[in-house]
């Protein structure tokens, strides 16, 4: 195909979104025939991740290779530094034949007769250009000024989060073999995370709750202080540390982390991918997943409506079924997880779990993010969705050091099976590292939906499941 990508910014460039999941590395980033590429840069390895989280108070970890549907070879992902990451990806898309403009600012989409069929855009010399295209993919982010030509953000109670960032130089690390976790720790006003980029370079975030946010108009430098002083365990790793104050990473940055979604993912001739679709919280890195996941989704609908296999509205349809899915998966174990944090005397925590009762009050979003995904929405409720939800973060409870003691945990109270979520969450990952690994060796995968698609051997297209197989 032709392919034009209007890249806002001139690479290299910050962005966040630095702690990467495994499905990434091994499947997606397989696929783009860019793995080797990550190992020959030496991005820190990530085994998993380390919480200082809830009602155990000593730091406990989950290892990625403790999961038997990811195993020991695909059992870790990598922290990056996405200005490296993305500039991979970025001359990957070119030596395949992309046409990249950098400096190129999207402006409006054309629309004829009810389809998109272009954009208009500024260049890096400010001249007014046109494209077109039988397809336009929106991958612009949270900030996107397309995406509400597909549908309208609404947005969750519960995540209305605020993240202040910044970059420290010499900062203390976790004992091996969990030097390079992502270690999350909470405090009072919500909880830090703490990223491990380069033997000297950690992504330091605050995440807190909107209801805090006033803090940050005294200024960030002394609210940051402010946050770090309250939580003991990041008070101590960047005890001999040193902000940095130049180049790239010299500054702060505030990202609202509101987690909200499109009403609609797709219509004809465009498609939203990544943050320009939704976003639910940065606590388990599922935004760079969610974002190169919906990209696989997105190519295989577009490949398979442009070979004239499968018509567009079905292609899609699979395509946001899937996505919704995966976000809604997400979506309800993170509200679980924000669940197990007991410090009733914090407002922000207490906070969070008075929002849980009124997440069940919040229907449209619920609906919304449950979708294809929870048939029996309709006749449960919200309220139903995250009453047989809610006690999911006792898969965590007592959580040791490893994985397998979390799973081992007490079930939830109600009739909702916490390790069919623990599944859920992990299956997409297991047929994205499957496919990686194996391409068109890898077994033959059921419909995600009754009725659904499958994806080609290869992976880059959609088909109808082989009759032998109905």
Sequence with gaps: HRVLLLERERFPRHQIGESLLPATVHGICTLLGVKGQLERAKFVR????????????????????????????????????????????????????????????????????????????????????????????????????????????????????????CYFENGKRLPPPNHGNILCATFNQGWFWYIPLSDKLTSVGAVIGHEHAHQLKGGYEQAMRAFIDSCPIINEYLAGATRVTDGIYGAFRVRKDYSYSSTRFWRP??????????????????????????????????NTVLNGAIDEARCFQEFESRYRREFSNFYQFLIAFYDINQDEESYFWHARKVLNTSEKANEAFVRLVAGVSEPDLALNGAAGYFEARKDIGRVFDSAG???????????????????????????????????????????????????GLIASPDGFRWREVPASEV
């Design 46 to 165: 990530k085994n998993g991740g380390t919480f200082l989280w809830g009602l155990n108070q000593k730091p406990w970890s989950f290892g990625f290779s403790i999961s038997p549907v990811l195993g020991d070879s695909a059992g870790f992902a990598y922290q990056v530094e996405r200005a490296k990451f993305d500039q991979i990806l970025l001359e990957n898309a070119r030596l395949k034949g992309v046409t990249i403009q950098e400096e190129a600012a999207v402006k409006r989409v054309i629309s004829e007769n009810g389809r998109v069929s272009g954009v208009e855009y500024t260049d890096d010399r400010g001249r007014k250009c046109t494209a077109r295209a039988r397809f336009v993919a929106d991958a612009s982010g949270n900030q996107s000024v397309i995406a509400r030509n597909v549908g309208d953000r609404v947005f969750s109670k519960f995540f209305q989060n605020v993240a202040l960032y």
């Design 269 to 302: 001739g465009m498609v939203l991918v990544g943050d320009a679709a939704c976003f639910v919280d940065p606590v388990f890195s599922s935004g760079v997943h969610l974002a190169t996941y919906a990209g696989l989704l997105a190519a295989r609908s577009i």
């Design 401 to 451: 050091n490893t994985y397998v003691d979390a799973l081992d945990a007490d079930p939830a109270a109600s009739d909702f099976n916490s390790q069919t979520l623990i599944n859920d969450l992990l299956s997409e990952a297991a047929e994205l590292q499957a496919l990686g690994r194996r391409g068109s060796v890898r077994k033959t995968e059921k419909p995600a939906m009754p009725g």
